[in-house]
């Protein structure tokens, strides 16, 4: 599954969010998600960046009628039974809420939904107490806090993949979006990917790491043409189609 996430790169702006919605729905991208922090976290610089609840509800309708999926990044308690009731489909636990077991009992007592947990400020120990909280239904994303290419470390996703049963996702944070290429060569079950728009000539919240709406469908194109190059490993003869070669 390929997740756009908007994060709180929409400015808490109506007319924005609505103009990304539009565009990703128009695209073949399969999840969308928005980001809702701790109450606290709007008290300082972050006060306008937060979208009225109606806002939400008409979002879920217009996502579900072109048969996407709506998930939540969510650290507030308090939300929990609110997006419950309007049918999201699935929750993004922040790497920094992974430690939180009040919050984990919270969310894995109240919802049912599949959970995506992002792992970028974790170890394996962190990851196991997590994990008897949460349960069933969980996905580890594995993303590292860092926008540098050497803090990526790509090949902790095989290294998951041998130590856990669950699906493990891959969430790109890098400056350089081409990595999210290489991270397919290690066929992570979903991809996590923000999303920015500079139709407001701002610069958003996860901008080093976030990928200009207008560019999401050549960014999918090219991650489903490396998946379809992985192949099967078997080596067998292959039909030659390159013109003028025996």
């Given at each position: 599954?390929?997740?756009?996430?908007?994060?709180?790169?929409?400015?808490?702006?109506?007319?924005?969010?609505?103009?990304?919605?539009?565009?990703?729905l128009?695209?073949?991208?399969?999840?969308?998600?928005?980001?809702?922090?701790?109450?606290?976290?709007?008290?300082g610089?972050?006060k306008?960046?937060l979208?009225?609840?109606?806002?939400?509800?008409?979002?879920?309708?217009?996502?579900?009628?072109?048969?996407?999926?709506?998930?939540?990044?969510?650290?507030?308690?308090?939300?929990i039974?609110?997006?419950?009731?309007i049918?999201?489909?699935?929750?993004k636990i922040?790497?920094?809420?992974?430690?939180?077991?009040?919050?984990?009992?919270?969310?894995?007592?109240t919802?049912?939904?599949?959970?995506?947990?992002?792992?970028?400020?974790?170890?394996?120990?962190?990851?196991?107490?997590?994990?008897?909280?949460?349960?069933?239904?969980?996905?580890?994303?594995?993303?590292?806090?860092?926008?540098?290419?050497?803090?990526?470390?790509?090949?902790?996703?095989?290294?998951?993949?041998?130590?856990?049963?669950?699906?493990?996702?891959?969430?790109l944070?890098?400056?350089?979006?081409?990595?999210?290429?290489?991270?397919?060569?290690?066929e992570?079950?979903?991809?996590?990917?923000?999303?920015?728009?500079?139709?407001?000539?701002?610069?958003?919240?996860?901008?080093?790491?976030?990928?200009?709406?207008?560019?999401?469908?050549?960014?999918?194109?090219?991650?489903?043409?490396?998946?379809?190059?992985?192949?099967?490993?078997?080596?067998?003869?292959?039909?030659?189609?390159?013109?003028?070669?025996?």
């Amino acid at each position: 599954m390929l997740i756009a996430e908007l994060g709180l790169n929409h400015f808490g702006d109506v007319e924005l969010s609505d103009y990304m919605i539009d565009k990703l729905l128009k695209s073949k991208i399969d999840a969308i998600t928005f980001q809702i922090r701790e109450s606290e976290f709007y008290n300082g610089k972050w006060k306008n960046f937060l979208l009225p609840e109606s806002y939400y509800e008409k979002a879920v309708s217009k996502i579900h009628e072109h048969d996407k999926l709506f998930g939540m990044a969510i650290s507030d308690m308090d939300k929990i039974e609110f997006f419950e009731k309007i049918n999201t489909d699935f929750y993004k636990i922040l790497s920094k809420d992974l430690k939180n077991t009040k919050f984990l009992q919270t969310l894995a007592f109240t919802t049912k939904k599949d959970t995506f947990l992002s792992t970028g400020l974790s170890n394996f120990e962190d990851i196991d107490e997590a994990l008897n909280i949460l349960e069933k239904n969980t996905t580890l994303i594995h993303t590292r806090l860092s926008n540098k290419a050497k803090d990526v470390n790509l090949k902790a996703i095989e290294t998951m993949k041998s130590k856990y049963d669950n699906r493990i996702a891959f969430g790109l944070h890098c400056e350089n979006e081409h990595i999210i290429y290489a991270a397919a060569a290690y066929e992570p079950s979903d991809y996590f990917i923000y999303i920015k728009s500079s139709k407001n000539n701002l610069e958003a919240p996860d901008d080093l790491h976030a990928i200009e709406v207008s560019d999401i469908d050549n960014l999918i194109k090219n991650i489903k043409d490396i998946e379809r190059s992985i192949g099967t490993g078997v080596k067998n003869q292959a039909n030659n189609t390159i013109r003028g070669q025996q």
